[in-house]
């Protein structure tokens, strides 16, 4: 019996819809040059809602979207721990 995700990776053609410009707040999600962005959707604040981190290339950072529901973001924050902005160690 075949996989279900081989077969779907072997037996269907991809359609991926046009991009879009993610917003947050009044304005657009965003990174820091060079641009290097490692975006993941987790439930930072257990509030049942998954909401946007993105890693940033320069520094290790991560800036953190929370979701305010029907596809709303608020405005990016740095991830902060122990009261500093958090940094992922051996990053530029």
Not at 5 to 29: H, I, N, S
Not at 35 to 63: T, Y
């Amino acid at each position: 019996m075949l996989d279900p995700l081989l077969f779907a990776l072997l037996f269907q053609d991809p359609q991926f819809t046009e991009p879009v410009r993610m917003k947050a707040g009044d304005g657009l999600v965003r990174v820091e040059s060079p641009g290097w962005a490692a975006p993941c959707w987790h439930d930072v604040d257990r509030d049942g809602k998954k909401d946007l981190v993105v890693g940033q290339f320069r520094d290790g950072k991560m800036r953190l979207y929370r979701s305010l529901g029907d596809g709303k973001l608020a405005e990016g924050r740095w991830l902060e721990a122990g009261g500093k902005v958090a940094e992922v160690p051996g990053v530029w």
